[in-house]
């Protein structure tokens, strides 16, 4: 049959069956969740035959790394962000303890509204993170370096003005009830509050890096940044905007904190900025840029919080924990590089035909 000129030619529909199967399975192992997802599979599996005597699997101990998993991952997304971005922020373990003095300063010793007390502290947040990005684009010094600077900047000046203001270095808080059913309270099946805020960042977030054009923008910096200059992207406005976003995502998690327990301190969280990364990492994210999901994240996340919690329902040492997490980060990596390799080579051979 004869074709009109000008006419696109007619396309043949794919097949389901042998080609097209593995290049489906090769496209599931490139993914960086995949591995996450298998590893936070096994993880929990493990824990659920070794504690299924203890209530691993109770409401309760659900709730309990669900909950400690919560905290984690909402400061733990953003981070994905920055590394996926080629980048990394370690002063999150002193903006967690400055964010809780901030509220608890302005609303418990102050008496201030829970309102203002939020603004103080998310506008702190917000500076922490411009002069952040700031130091990083201006003086093209490393993120790692520049934010470990800040880390002990933060930290010292938090417990220099607690102590010059409130002449203590912890702060007792009492919220209203809203803002307790808002940030730090129990909810159904002993689900804190910051579990909803954890489900409401990864979703919105999830959007911004897999839909939208920002996530593109967001690879391309961590893939390579002077292509993406010369593509038009502003890596120097996006940079600052993801340390902007990472210092109030730490600002949240420490608001949380503080309403729930009613009290702060000055105390800098160094674990807080090791769980993140480790979270991170095992959800597949390249410490060199450029890949990573959201999912991904959430689990490492869960994957860290069952490890750390779920420990104490088993008959094991409660110190085995770090040796589990350490064991379990370098599988992760090795996991997660293995899934990679064989989907690039599932891919090749698919070529090869």
């Known amino acids: 049959m004869e074709r009109t000129p000008g ?16 290049y489906s399975i090769s496209a599931l192992f490139r993914r960086p969740e995949t591995g996450a997802f298998v590893g936070m599979v096994l993880v929990f599996l493990f824990f659920s035959y070794f504690g299924y005597d203890r209530n691993f699997l109770s409401s309760f101990g659900t709730s309990s790394w669900v909950n400690m998993a919560s905290t984690i991952g909402i400061i733990a997304i953003p981070v994905g962000f920055l590394m996926i971005a080629g980048e990394l922020d370690i002063s999150i373990g002193a903006m967690v303890p400055a964010a809780k003095m901030s509220m608890a300063i302005a609303c418990g010793y102050y008496g201030l509204p829970i309102g ?32 470990l600077a800040t880390l002990f900047a933060i930290s010292g000046l938090t417990l220099f003005l607690s102590l010059w203001l409130t002449d203590t270095t912890s702060q007792a808080l009492t919220s209203p009830a809203w803002a307790k059913f808002v940030f730090g309270d129990y909810h159904v ?9 954890w489900i409401a960042i990864a979703i919105a977030l999830y959007y911004v890096l897999h839909l939208s054009p920002w996530g593109n923008w967001i690879f391309a910096l961590g893939g390579d940044k002077e292509s993406a200059r010369n593509a038009g992207i502003p890596i120097d406005r996006l940079k600052v905007s993801l340390f902007i976003l990472t210092a109030v995502a730490a600002a949240l998690s420490g608001v949380c904190e503080t309403v729930l327990s009613n009290s702060a301190t000055t105390t800098t969280n160094f674990a807080l900025i090791f769980n993140c990364i480790i979270a991170v990492v095992v959800g597949g994210v390249l410490l060199t840029g450029g890949f990573g999901t959201v999912a991904g994240v959430v689990f490492g996340t869960a994957t860290l919080a069952i490890v750390q919690q779920g420990i104490g329902y088993t008959p ?10 350490g064991v379990l980060l370098l599988i992760a990596v090795l996991m997660n590089d293995t899934f990679r390799d064989l989907a690039t080579s599932m891919s090749t051979a698919r070529k090869a035909k």
């Not at 085995?320 to 997490?325: A, E, P, V």
């Open 116 to 147: 203002v007390g939020l603004l103080v502290t998310f506008g702190i947040a917000i500076a922490v993170g411009w002069i952040n990005g700031m130091l990083v684009t201006r003086t093209k010094v490393p993120s790692l370096i520049v934010t």
């Open 7 to 22: 006419t696109p030619r007619p396309t043949l529909p794919l097949s389901r069956s042998g080609t097209s199967q593995s």
């Open 189 to 197: 099946w002993g689900f804190q509050s910051s579990v909803f805020w």
């Open 316 to 325: 094991f040492d409660r110190n085995l924990s770090s040796l589990i997490i």
